[in-house]
C-alpha cells in the first residue's frame, strides 16, 4: 500500500519562528509523473522539497516516499536531487566524482547513458572547480541522475541559467523522464512548467492554491484576455476600464486581463477603441499571477 | 566506500597547502632545527624527529580533515552526500579512515630525513612501532578537528584549527622539549593532550614501554574528544 505513489504528504506544516512556510499541504505524486512546483520567491517550495527529502523535519503531518521515510528512501538509493545552493567540491575531475557518486547506488546510470543525458560529452577529464556555471549545473544534475534514482528533485535547477543553457537542460531533464521516472521540480518560470511537466502545483503561502495538468490549471482560473490594437494615443487609461486588472502592451497590440470580458469590450466600444478585438481563456502565466495575487 | 577513501586521499594530495603545512613544513622545520641547532646528542635528532612527525600528523587531523568538513558543509556538499545511499556515519568513517591514511606521509618523511640526513639510528622493532604509535597519538586531534568541523562554518574552522595547532605543538612541548619551560608552563603542559601524546613515542625511544602512568592522561583525552566530537556529529546530521 502507498509504494505505487511516489511521494506522499499528509497534513505537512513546517513553521519558522512565527512565520508559516507550509501550511497543512497534501500531496501525493504517483510513480512516473513530472510534476512542477510553481510558486512565487517565498511560497514555500524550498521548505517543501527540503522535508519532501528528509532534510528538514516537518512540525506537523507524514511524509513517505515510497511508503516509507524519506531516509529509509534515500538509503535504498531511490532518490536523486539537484539542490539550491551547493557547491562541487574542488580538486576532484567530473569523470572521478560520476563515477565515485555511481558507486554509492545499487543498480546505476551506465557511463555513457549518464554523459549522453546530461550533456558532458567532453568535460569528463575537467577538474570541477574549472568549470564555468552552466557546465556545473550539469554536472549537478548528472550527479543526481547518477544513481537511477526513481524520484528525480530538481530545486530552480535553471535558476542562474540563460536561454540557451535552460532549453538544454529541460532537454535533459525530459530524457530522464521518459524512462518512465518520477520527476518533481520547482521553478518561478510559468512556461518552463507549462512546456516540462505533466501536472502543475501551484503553491502561495505556504498552501497548493492549484493542482491538475497545465491545461486544467489554465481553466481553473476564470481569468480572459481581450487583446485589440494598441490605440493611437498607448496604452494609458486602459488599465482604469471596468473589470481590467492588468494591461500588457506587446507590439502594436494591448493585452487586458479580466474576469469580466463583456463588461471591459462594452467600455472599449463606448470610447471608440474596439479595433481588431480577440478575446481568448488565460494563459498559464495569467492563472498563475491570479492564482497567487 | 573504497572508491570514496581513494577519492578523498587523491583530491588531498591534490592540495598545495594541505602537503605545504603537513608535510612540507614538518619536514623543513624538523632537519633546520636539528642542523642548526643540533651537532649535539643525536637523542636530539630522534627525539625532534617523533616531536616534528607529531606535528606534522596533528595538522593533517586538524586541519585536513576537520576544517574539510566544514568546507563541505557550507557548501551544501554533505546535504547531497545525504541523499544518495551513503549514510552520515559513512561519511564521518570515511573522513577517519582518509585521515590516517593521510597522517602516513608525513611520519614516514620525517622518520626518512632522521634515518638519511640525521643519521638516526634505532633497532628495527622501534621504528616499526613508532609508526602506529604516532598514528594513535594523532587520533584526539583528529578527533578534535571532527568536533570544530560539525560546529563552525568553513573560515571560522579553519582559522580556529590552526590556532589550536600551533598552541597545541609548541604548548606540548612539540617545537621545544617541555625541559627548557619556566616551571609553571611545563606544569601546563604536561596537562595536554600533544604532550601526553608525544610522550608515547619519546618513552620508546629512551628504551621504555610506550604506555607509563601518563598514557592515563592521554586515554582521557581520547575519551572526551571522540565523545565531543561524536556529539557534535549527532547535533549536526
Partial sequence: MGSNDA????????????????DG??????????????GPNGAGKSTTINMMLGLFPADRGRVELFGRSPEAASAAGRVGAMLQETKLVPRVTVGELLAFVRGLYPRPLPTDDLLRVANL????????????????????????????PDLLVLDEPTAAMDVES?????????????????????THYVEEADESADRVVVIAGGRLVADGSPAEVRRASTAQTVAVALPYDGAAGLERLPGVTAVEV??????????EPDAVVCALVERGLLRHVEVRGARLEDAYLALTA | MGTYLLLEVRRTLRSVPFLLYTVGFPVGFYLLFTQVFGGGASNWAAQYMVSMALYGAMGAGLTGVGARIATE????????????PLRPAGYLVIKLAASVLLTLPVILLVMLAGFAVNGVRLPVSTWLLLVPLLWLATLPFTALGIAIGY????????????????????????????????????????????????????????????????????????????????????RAS
Avoid at chain 1, 7 to 22: N, P
Avoid at chain 2, 74 to 82: D, S, Y
Avoid at chain 2, 159 to 186: D, E, R, T
Avoid at chain 2, 206 to 228: K, Y
Wanted: hydrophobic share 50%; net charge positive; charged share 20%.
Fill in chain 1, 166 to 186: 535552460r532549453r538544454e537542460f529541460w532537454a535533459s531533464m525530459r530524457r530522464y523522464s521518459r524512462d518512465g521516472h518520477t520527476v518533481l521540480f520547482s
Fill in chain 1, 7 to 22: 511521494v506522499m504528504f499528509a497534513g505537512v506544516s513546517k513553521s519558522y519562528g512565527a512565520v508559516r512556510a507550509v
Fill in chain 2, 151 to 234: 560546529s563552525a562554518r568553513d573560515e571560522v574552522a579553519n582559522g580556529v584549527s590552526i590556532v589550536l595547532l600551533f598552541a597545541l605543538s609548541i604548548g606540548g612541548g612539540l617545537w621545544m622539549p617541555v625541559q627548557l619551560f619556566p616551571g609553571w608552563l611545563a606544569a601546563v603542559a604536561k596537562g595536554l593532550p600533544s604532550y601526553r601524546a608525544g610522550e608515547l613515542a619519546w618513552r620508546v625511544l629512551d628504551g621504555h614501554q610506550p604506555f607509563g602512568a601518563g598514557a592515563l592522561v592521554f586515554a582521557g583525552w581520547l575519551v572526551a574528544l571522540l565523545a565531543l566530537a561524536g556529539w557534535r556529529f549527532r
Fill in chain 1, 121 to 148: 560529452g567532453g568535460l569528463v577529464g575537467r577538474r570541477l572547480e574549472k568549470l564555468s556555471g552552466g557546465q556545473a549545473q550539469r554536472v549537478k544534475f548528472a550527479v543526481a541522475i547518477a544513481g537511477r
Fill in chain 1, 25 to 38: 499541504v497534501d500531496l501525493t505524486i504517483p510513480c512516473g509523473q513530472t510534476v512542477a512546483l510553481l
Fill in chain 2, 73 to 84: 558543509r557550507t557548501r551544501g556538499w554533505t546535504r547531497t552526500l545525504a541523499l544518495t
Fill in chain 1, 250 to 259: 506587446r507590439g502594436d497590440r494591448a493585452y487586458l486581463t479580466t474576469t
